[in-house]
Antibody
Framework: EVQLVESGGGLVQPGGSLRLSCAAS????????MSWVRQAPGKGLEWVGN????????YYVDSVKGRFTISRDNAKNSLYLHMNSLRVEDTAVYYC??????????WGQGSLVTVSS | DVVVTQSPLSLPVTLGQPASISCRSS???????????FNWFQQRPGQSPRRLIH???NRDSGVPDRFSGSGSGTDFTLKISRVEAEDVGVYYC?????????FGQGTKVEIK
């Protein structure tokens, strides 16, 4: 059974940093592009970015470019989202998802990030 | 960015009756490889999203056959042939043909 479990969310001050992790099971992460998608409280879904199978390419939505970085550790079957210079508007539930932007076939339960002073 | 416009944003339905949600994109979603990367997702209350339909009309594993997707180019539709109580939630369409991928605003389906 495919499972994705996010962790690492919490409360952080504006300008701070946070790293989210996504542990995968039931499939081999190295066979798939992987993505992060976020959802602000009471709002819709926004694709954040994705990373190629071997980590050699990554892409981001403009609003996070230069501040967020996606990485992966295929040996640990895990995905990460490194978030720097956090803003209040980055407050959201962050989901990791299997696949690139064309796929998103499995999703984790999400990890809440709250940016507030 | 490609804008995907969903309608309606709220859809009260009677149990056992059909329901339909539409999405229109600001440009054609036919990729140069011939595929149309257009998906539908369901988000039940308090849950994470679940993909229902991929590439316009392909139902994902475990998705009841009362769900169907259709459309082409810029206009797409999700139909539920007979709404059941477990179908309550928010439905999102999403295009993955053009970078960055973009979602519709979501349609909230509720029982009358």
């Amino acid at each position: 059974e495919v499972q994705l479990v996010e962790s690492g969310g919490g409360l952080v001050q504006p300008g701070g940093s946070l790293r989210l992790s996504c542990a995968a099971s039931g499939f081999t992460v190295s066979d798939h592009w992987m993505s992060w998608v976020r959802q602000a409280p009471g709002k819709g879904l926004e694709w954040v970015g994705n990373i190629k199978t071997d980590g050699s390419e990554d892409y981001y939505v403009d609003s996070v470019k230069g501040r967020f970085t996606i990485s992966r550790d295929n040996a640990k079957n895990s995905l990460y989202l490194h978030m720097n210079s956090l803003r209040v508007e980055d407050t959201a539930v962050y989901y990791c998802s299997r696949g690139g932007v064309r796929d998103l076939d499995y999703w984790g339960q999400g990890s809440l990030v709250t940016v507030s002073s | 960015d490609v804008v995907v416009t969903q309608s309606p944003l709220s859809l009260p339905v009677t149990l056992g009756q059909p329901a339909s949600i539409s999405c229109r994109s600001s440009q054609s979603l036919v990729h140069s490889d011939g595929n149309t990367y257009f998906n539908w997702f369901q988000q039940r209350p308090g849950q994470s999203p679940r993909r229902l339909i991929h590439k316009v009309s392909n139902r994902d594993s475990g998705v009841p056959d009362r769900f169907s997707g259709s459309g082409s180019g810029t206009d797409f539709t999700l139909k539920i042939s007979r709404v059941e109580a477990e179908d309550v939630g928010v439905y999102y369409c999403m295009q993955g043909t053009h970078w960055p991928g973009t979602f519709g605003q979501g349609t909230k389906v509720e029982i009358k």
